[in-house]
């Protein structure tokens, strides 16, 4: 819907509240790709900045749930206007778990760089969080630009995240069982193999609450799903 | 569509209560209503919404024919109330409008006790043959319209005395004291204040159990609180009719969409 309400104070609320949306999208876009950066390179200050920012982002999420219930409260939106106000709740919601999981990956960094060197797979988390960044601008996009078939492609696109960390699962278990000095680096890159991998899921959730402000109907579950690191034992 | 009231909205398909075919009204020259169907249901409340001079309340008054007042106005297609035409030359108008009672915008109680507002239509049908009865009919009327605990000890003052709330209140019990089947209502809650039409929509949703209520309305917000099923008029035509929390949440046509989030007059 295009079309401007009668009330253009209305159209001010609700681009508002979608604008803070999207910064908030960004701030937490940069805070993967740092994130991320700061474990592969085991880059102390860098993650200190991540773990800082991460506040801003909690802030705006602040923001965004007072501006929605006020919107809610003052002008009982209906219709696909009602989806813009609970959509815009819902992603902001997504994204600041996602930003929490990047603060994760800084935290995990000052560890890390204590331990020794595990080079290998580095180069795979950095593509695998650099996936999902581009996971979530694609989402961001779509939202403004109301294009469901570059959200339906995002939510196809989680499979290759998750392809991502059963390989890197099977790769830690390697080095464990290589060496048993391995093990705290790599129970570490783990986790962070594994938020990365989560992001990629509240990624697609957000993807698909793209769908639903578009269409008012949330996507049919046809996702193809590759998370079999539950059936994986360390005896292969 | 999961609707979280699926139960208590929950209405039987089957019931139709009145149904109308290719219904077209014209004032004068002037085509007001175009080739409407709709299928109206029992024991539930319909609304209609549109913006002004999309034809609602014109459309309304069909239904128990007080378009025949107007000498201008001309009816065309068929309205079965039952199964049967209310249209035919052996129906009463009268007696059609016993079963098809009426509430208007304006509370409008006539010039005498709160008592004989309501025994004035069951006094006319014949429906009381002794004053005891009577009474009886009176004080359910008055029940069933939330008004019996403020009027009982003042049922012979006028009605006219009372608070516009109240009034209109009274007027719903007079259109109940009839015992309708169909309860039509324009508008009847735009001259009350937010308290006042509180009581009047619970007391539709209460009246749902027994009739089949159509009310118009301006207030989106009044039509999606009480009403089960919605229909939308624009310049003369349904355009679309189907359940309220579906047209509130996701109309299938964008004009129903446009209007409902305020983006026509």
Redesign the interface.
Same mark, same amino acid.
Do not use: K, T, Y
């Given at each position: 819907?295009n079309? &401007?309400?009668?009330?253009s104070a209305?159209d001010r609320d609700l681009e508002a509240i979608q604008a803070l949306m999207v910064k908030m999208g960004g701030l937490v876009e940069a805070a993967i790709l740092d994130g991320a950066k700061a474990v592969t390179t085991r880059d102390i200050e860098l993650a200190e900045k991540v773990r800082k920012g991460d506040a801003a982002i909690d802030e705006l999420e602040e923001r965004i749930n007072e501006e929605t219930a006020r919107t809610i409260a003052l002008r009982?939106?209906? !219709? !696909?206007?009602?989806?813009v106000v609970l959509s815009v709740l819902k992603l902001a919601a997504s994204l600041e778990r996602i930003g929490d999981y990047a603060r994760n990956l800084a935290k995990r960094t000052e560890v890390l760089a204590d331990q020794r060197p595990i080079s290998g797979p580095d180069k795979a988390l950095k593509r695998m969080s650099k996936e999902v960044q581009r996971m979530l601008k694609d989402t961001l996009d779509a939202y403004v630009r109301r294009d469901v078939e570059l959200a339906e492609d995002v939510r196809q696109r989680d499979e290759e995240v998750d392809e991502m960390y059963n390989a890197l699962f099977r790769e830690f278990l390697t080095f464990m069982m290589e060496d048993p000095r391995n093990i705290t680096a790599c129970m570490h890159l783990h986790f962070i193999a594994k938020n990365v991998e989560r992001m990629g899921d509240l990624v697609t959730n957000m993807a698909e609450q793209v769908v639903y402000v578009v269409t008012? &109907?949330m996507p049919d579950d046809t996702r193809p799903k590759s998370d079999e690191t539950a059936f994986i034992s360390g005896e292969t | 569509m999961n609707d979280m009231r699926l139960i208590e909205r929950a209405v039987n398909m089957d019931d139709i209560k009145i149904s109308a075919r290719k219904v077209q009204v014209y004032y004068g020259d002037n085509h007001a209503i175009k080739d409407v169907n709709v299928d109206i249901q029992d024991k539930t409340v319909t609304a209609f919404i549109g913006p002004s001079g999309c034809g609602k309340s014109t459309f309304l008054r069909c239904l128990n024919r007080m378009n025949d007042t107007i000498d201008i106005c001309r009816v065309e297609g068929d309205i079965h109330l039952d199964g049967e035409d209310i249209n035919d030359k052996r129906v009463d108008p009268v007696q059609l409008r016993a079963k098809v009672g009426m509430v208007f915008q304006k509370p409008n109680p006539f010039p005498k006790s709160i008592y004989d507002n309501v025994a004035y239509g069951p006094k006319i049908h014949g429906m009381a043959s002794n004053k005891a009865e009577l009474d009886e009919i009176v004080e359910n009327a008055l029940r069933r319209a939330a008004l019996w605990e403020e009027a009982k000890d003042r049922l012979d003052t006028p009605g006219t005395g009372l608070s516009g709330g109240q009034q209109q209140r009274l007027c719903i019990a007079r259109a109940v004291a009839t015992e309708p089947e169909v309860l039509l209502m324009d508008e009847p809650c735009s001259a009350l204040d937010p308290i006042a039409t509180s009581q009047v929509e619970e007391l539709i949703d209460e009246l749902r159990t027994d009739y089949s209520v159509v009310i118009v309305t301006h207030s989106m917000q009044q039509a999606a609180r009480v009403s089960q099923k919605t229909a939308f008029f624009h310049l003369g035509h349904l355009v679309e009719y189907g359940e309220t929390g579906k047209i509130f949440t996701n109309p299938e046509d964008e004009r129903t969409e446009s209007y409902i989030t305020g983006r026509i007059g």
């Open positions: 819907m079309q &401007e309400h009668i009330s209305f009982a939106p209906v !219709s !696909s206007d009602l989806r008012g &109907e | -």
